[in-house]
């Protein structure tokens, strides 16, 4: 998705601010529309498919909330970001609750908006692909369950388990090596249980420090820090009566950990900078690719936190246990990104007789690099491994040559737009940024 495919619809009865954003997005090549009402909005949606709406919440007529609603009937895969002007966190609590992706306070700082609706956009990115993986499973009749693909008996007992334990409100954590679905595994919990409907909220242990961790986690009150001009609920409030999905747990500072774990036992927690205790329902599902019980041992991870967590424990099986399904994942992924390419027979021998550290993710990376290099319609083994540090198609690539190497294409494809290559690789700016560093990545390298 380009940026001229981006289309934003801004919704506010103020119309010198309206026309002064949609001019500012237009301005960075998106394609934005205003509207001055919830009642003309609607009469835009009707016409055209929207990516992301921005919409005043406190209008005349139809208001924001209502509004919302009715975007998230016409047109679920849009993203919503909602503003207040009124200082009140209850009306921004209760659109983030309907579905809203995040709210801020007006006069809303133009720099501070744009990067919040590049986030939502990525989202928007994600999510299209989730439906287009939805779309074509069906047509094509094959294995599906909330995204996961795979009719090998290791997947047909994971789905089995995951529909025993949904409904349960008892922590669970789910385990397996980098790029196994991990995440998939969790959405599967949430929306296979009687919350589906409530909010899924992920909470990545390894994106910020713990300082901002925890005020994204447990919010803040107005004043807290410098910076902190108004109060915003947490990612715990967002998920009340929902799941909360704590992505690379393994990851999160031992500081934190009590403060979790408190939260977890009570469901009682205190926004940074205020005195009071709040109450919410959620259940917990975290994922991690390390071994817990090791990280216990060396003092990494607090031994009650992983009892705490550890009541029903998921294990997602790497692809190199379930290799009948590397057809059936190849066949999908192709024809929905590539589908002018196939894979000649040796080709797929090629994948068959590999070992898959980084497990699908790896996959669908090969088969990416395959279908850029090869010269026909049809991709070779030559294709799938040209430029790796493989010296025949059976020796395994450990799990961090394939994310260097890969990460490395998708920055030079993209002319170093860190921005871009961030939406590609599902993965935020400040962990590009970690990763260029750790890899010691450079331009043409």
Not at 28 to 55: P, W
Not at 309 to 330: G, M
Request: with cysteine; net charge neutral.
């Amino acid at each position: 998705m380009s940026n001229l495919d981006k289309r934003i619809l801004v919704v506010d009865d103020e119309k010198d601010f309206r026309e002064l954003l949609v001019k500012r997005l237009n301005r960075k090549n998106y394609f934005a529309s205003g509207a001055n009402s919830g009642e003309k909005a609607l009469e835009f949606l009707a016409k055209e498919v929207f990516d992301l709406a921005l919409i005043d919440l406190r209008m005349p007529g139809m208001d924001g909330l209502e509004l919302l609603s009715r975007i998230r009937e016409s047109q679920p895969e849009m993203e919503v970001v909602v503003l207040t002007g009124h200082g009140s966190t209850e009306s921004a609590v209760e659109a983030m609750k309907r579905g809203a992706y995040d709210y801020l306070t007006k006069p809303a700082d133009l720099t501070e908006l744009q990067v919040l609706l590049d986030k939502a956009m990525e989202k928007v990115v994600l999510k299209r692909r989730n439906l287009g993986l939805s779309a074509a499973l069906e047509r094509e009749n094959v294995g599906r369950y909330h995204g996961m693909l795979g009719t090998s008996v290791k997947m047909e007992k994971l789905r089995q388990l995951i529909r025993k334990v949904a409904d349960s409100s008892s922590p669970v954590l789910v385990e397996g090596e980098s790029g196994t679905g991990k995440e998939l595994v969790s959405r599967a919990l949430h929306f296979e249980s009687k919350r589906g409907d409530a909010p899924f909220i992920v909470v990545d242990c390894s994106a910020l420090p713990e300082q901002l961790l925890e005020s994204e986690l447990f919010g803040y009150e107005k004043g807290a820090f410098t910076g902190a001009q108004t109060a915003k609920p947490g990612l715990v409030e967002m998920a009340d009566g929902g799941s909360l999905f704590l992505d690379e747990l393994g990851e999160l500072a031992i500081g934190l950990q009590a403060k979790l774990l408190r939260f977890l036992e009570s469901g009682e927690f205190r926004r940074v900078g205020d005195n009071r205790l709040r109450r919410v329902q959620v259940r917990a599902i975290a994922a991690t690719n390390r071994n817990l019980a090791q990280e216990v041992e060396t003092g990494n991870f607090r031994e009650d936190l992983f009892y705490r967590l550890n009541v029903l424990r998921i294990k997602v099986p790497p692809l190199r246990e379930r290799k009948e399904d590397i057809p059936l994942l190849t066949n999908f992924y192709l024809k929905r990104n590539f589908p002018d390419k196939e894979l000649t027979g040796e080709a797929l021998q090629a994948l068959m007789n590999h070992e898959f550290p980084g497990n699908v993710r790896e996959l669908f990376n090969l088969l990416e690099r395959g279908a850029l290099l090869s010269d026909s319609n049809l991709i070779t083994p030559q294709d799938l491994f040209s430029g790796s540090d493989r010296k025949t198609p059976g020796q395994a690539l450990t799990l961090a040559q394939v994310e260097k190497e890969h990460i490395q294409k998708i920055l030079d494809a993209y002319h170093w737009n860190k921005t871009k290559a961030a939406q590609i690789l599902d993965i935020s700016l400040r962990n590009l940024y970690r990763k260029i560093e750790t890899y010691d990545l450079k331009p043409d390298g």
